[in-house]
């Protein structure tokens, strides 16, 4: 029987692809074992048609839809152009499709603690039990006021009826579904690995932000927000009275640079992006709530499309007062010199797919 989460279930494979099903686009990776590690073989972008000119035109929302037919086409379309050599897929679900929720229990065996977060999740999960799937990650350790040892684990859960539509889109595109994997963790995986720096992943999508943080390639902690890339395209639309493929141009064009002929869009769009700055700060509060004896955060890395808007960096970084780097996770792999140009506009694109496909080929 298909297991829908099985981001925690590794297995090797010689040819696999990684597919992130976003908002407005598909991007998928074909990635094979290289001589000193992964090797990107082959990749693809496939936007919405009409994504940007009609805001309406998404292929998933944060309301927990997702648009089967629409996304199977676009899909089976993507892997027409890309003619991968295999048809074994990785999928990510989007962090605003799961409900996550930190709990603490006693230390206590594996099956003792399965037992238990079955009972703990009916009281939490905003949904029927029979009606998700659950998965649950040890997160950290703390010490009660008596000085006994308690564990944090982070539950997670994701409505089976968009997992069951996740397998007929892939059906219908003539792939194999092997797994769906929650993007968090292909974000933790991909862009921090090993590294033992407290890191914050923010996410920039087009019509929706996930905001991980991560240690040593671990996930500890995550949120979304729906001000995305798109809020910023809107917001020049409205504040120009331009049309929404225009306001895109612009944006990409001339980014949050802020000074000279660029001074007025910038006005126009900062303070969107610092609504986006606003809720990661939230979600850092939130864990160093939760998590008063864990690390500070040291660094905050910029992923998704939006990572590409001019000036981000800079902004972020007087907002933060923390290093502030681009997702890079062509690091991890070995690609043919041709794309080198392209790799710096790829890397914050492709992040959850290569995470995707890294799970598998290691």
Known sequence: MFNPFKFLKQSVAPDVLG???????????????G?????????????????????????????LKLFEDDAANLLKELMKKMKPNTDRAIASIPNFLTFSTVLTFPEMSDSELNKSMAYQAKQYIPMPISEVVLEWVKIGETENE?????????????????????????KKAGLSLGALEIEAFSLARCLVGEDKSMTLIVDIGSRATAFVIVEGGKLRFMGHTDFA??????????????????????KRERGVAGTGPNYELSTIMIPFLDVIIEEAKRVVRSYETQFVLAPKIERVMLSGGGAN???????????????????APFLRFEYSPIIEPVVGELNPMLSVAMGLALREIS
């Open 19 to 33: 597919v992130d099903i976003g908002t407005t686009s598909i991007k998928a990776v074909e990635v094979v074992a």
């Open 35 to 63: 001589e000193r590690g992964p090797r990107l073989a082959n990749y693809a972008y496939l936007a919405s048609k009409n994504s940007v000119s009609r805001a309406n035109t998404v292929l998933q929302a944060s309301s």
């Open 146 to 170: 008596n000085g006994a040892k308690e564990q944090q684990i982070l539950l997670i859960s994701v409505p089976r009826e968009e997992t069951a539509k996740y397998q007929n889109i892939f």
């Open 229 to 250: 890339g798109a809020s910023i395209t809107q917001a020049l639309v409205s504040a120009l009275n331009i049309n929404p493929v225009r306001a895109e141009e612009l």
């Open 309 to 327: 808007l001019p000036g981000i960096e800079k902004h972020f970084a007087r907002q933060f007062e923390l290093p502030i780097v681009k997702a």
